[in-house]
């Protein structure tokens, strides 16, 4: 769970980026720069001033009440959303969009909710905040798949 958990962190965004820069697919590069920026600072305005503090599962239950033999790395607060989950449905959802190929497009949404599923079976964030994590990055890529799409369109006019 370790390394699918870490499939919403940035280094996978920069990694799509640098195959769209190396094939020159500078349109294709700059959404998913775009939508990586995006993503993590409307995450941090959501954790730290609309819903901050919100708890995480650690700092309300005991260790004995799950399967985790320490609690020594985990965060305690600012739940809510869950940026991992949030950046992993941008990511996927991004790639789904631009690639229509019906197994690219499971393969990417097997793959954003095993990163959902994988923050909630760590014991980092409840059920709810993978949901809006979920919910957040799926409209960021929906929203800037739409206006590259039209930018595209004005600069061929």
Known sequence: MQLI??????YLFLAVIALGVYHKR???SASF???????SVVVQVLKKAVFAPSPRPMALL??????????????MAYAFPSGHTTAAFAL???????????AI???AVVAACLVAVSRVYLMVHWLTDVMAGA????????LVHA????????KAT
């Open 5 to 10: 958990t870490q499939w919403g962190e940035a």
């Open 26 to 28: 500078w349109m294709f």
């Open 33 to 39: 720069a775009v939508t990586g920026i995006l993503t």
């Open 62 to 75: 005991t260790l004995d009440q799950t399967l985790l033999t320490t609690t020594a790395d985990l965060p």
């Open 92 to 102: 996927f959802t991004l790639l789904a969009l631009h690639y229509k190929r019906p």
């Open 105 to 107: 497009q499971i393969t």
């Open 135 to 142: 919910v957040v990055g799926m409209t960021l890529a929906v």
């Open 147 to 154: 206006l590259a799409k039209v930018w595209v369109k004005k």
